[in-house]
């Protein structure tokens, strides 16, 4: 009887383990066989598309045109799959777009060297101006620059850096990364810079990363979130100086997601080891921005340019990648 009785609790056991096992086994299985697909959206051939922004209330990423046959505002309407475009009049330079804190229909918008208020329905062909928020200095020192990449920091803060030029052979250190609060208005936060460009800040490690785009790295800072100021300085990744990085963004897991621009890919990495886990590639050279969006924040939305005569012609639309197993996490809307 006892013998049965042990008998029958190892076999029991035998068919836990069984089944356990199969669970993890093809858990496991299925997650390996889910592969990274990229996927061109229904979007116009841009001539340099970027600044891509989820907005998780509309579910549509938004996102510029810079310098186009005319420099357009762009939003990717997730649910009807299709792209609506609108103008600005007399702003030949549209720099980057971002949605206001409590509101559906107005941006902050980049132009040559302001940032402007404007209200667009998300489908009308013209956006409104509203009125000027604020503006870069212009003098001579620093008439060569405009507006390049810009995000709202982790309470809405606006953080956005300048350019000399549109590539690192003609560059100069004029650039600045500037800190824009509504009540102590717009300060200098970093000088001498090429062209500044992406930045993210990661929940995770508690941590700004920014990208110079001149500069093979990533750099590391520690953010105050009062005063927008930067200390302790530290290399997150590098690569080599033919490779120019460009947008950034990560993950809740703390990985970054870098655009090269010329390079047809994005990087993923980890930002503590800095070492480079994935790369994925496009069918466009010039990769410029990235964004976690989608109702699940698992899908990476990735904007390209066709900027010259030998770009392929898939160049210049807008792109999705899935099967990533990441997700990301709602990007601030800004304070003005």
């Known amino acids: 009887m006892f013998r049965l009785k042990y008998l029958f609790y190892f076999i029991l056991v035998v068919v836990i383990a069984v089944v356990v096992f199969c669970i993890v086994f093809f858990t496991v299985r299925s997650k390996k066989e889910v592969e990274v697909e990229v996927a061109v959206l229904r979007s116009p051939r841009s001539y340099c598309a970027t600044r891509g922004h989820w907005d998780e209330n509309t579910q549509s990423l938004y996102y510029v045109d810079i310098e186009g ?6 939003r990717y309407d ?3 799959q299709k792209t609506y475009s609108a103008t600005m009049d007399d702003e030949p330079i549209l720099t980057f777009i971002l949605p206001v804190v409590n509101t559906t229909d107005e941006f902050l918008v980049g132009t040559q060297n302001r940032a402007i208020l404007i209200q667009w329905d998300g489908k009308s062909t013209k956006g409104q101006l509203l009125r000027s928020v604020f503006e870069i200095p212009t003098d001579f020192s ?6 390049n990449g810009a995000k709202a920091d982790p309470i809405g803060n606006f953080v956005g850096g300048t350019q000399y030029a549109n590539d690192c052979l003609n ?3 004029t650039a600045y990364l500037y800190h824009y609060n509504p009540i102590k208005g717009l300060t200098t936060i970093r000088s001498n810079l090429f062209i500044s460009n992406g930045l993210t800040w990661s929940e995770k490690t508690n941590k700004l990363y920014y990208i ?12 105050d979130i009062a005063t927008g100021s930067l200390s302790n300085e530290r290399i997150a990744y590098s690569t080599s100086p033919d490779i120019v990085l460009d947008g950034l963004t990560n993950d809740n897991d703390g990985n970054l997601y870098i655009t090269t621009f010329g390079g047809s890919k994005v990087f993923k990495v980890d930002p503590v080891e800095g070492k480079l886990l994935q790369e ?14 989608g109702p699940n924040f698992d899908i990476l939305f990735v ?11 898939a160049a210049g639309y807008l792109y999705q990648v899935t099967g990533l197993n990441s997700i990301g996490s709602a990007a601030m809307k800004v304070n003005v």
Request: net charge negative.
């Open 78 to 80: 997730f649910a009807e």
């Open 69 to 74: 046959p005319d420099a357009t505002l762009l």
């Open 142 to 147: 620093f008439k060569p620059n405009r507006f």
């Open 171 to 173: 560059h100069s250190t």
């Open 303 to 313: 904007t390209t340019a066709a900027r010259g005569d030998d770009q392929p012609e």
């Open 212 to 223: 110079d785009s001149c500069v093979p790295k990533v750099s590391e800072f520690d953010y």
């Open 280 to 293: 994925i590639e496009f069918p466009a050279k010039q990769v410029t921005s990235v964004a976690f969006g």
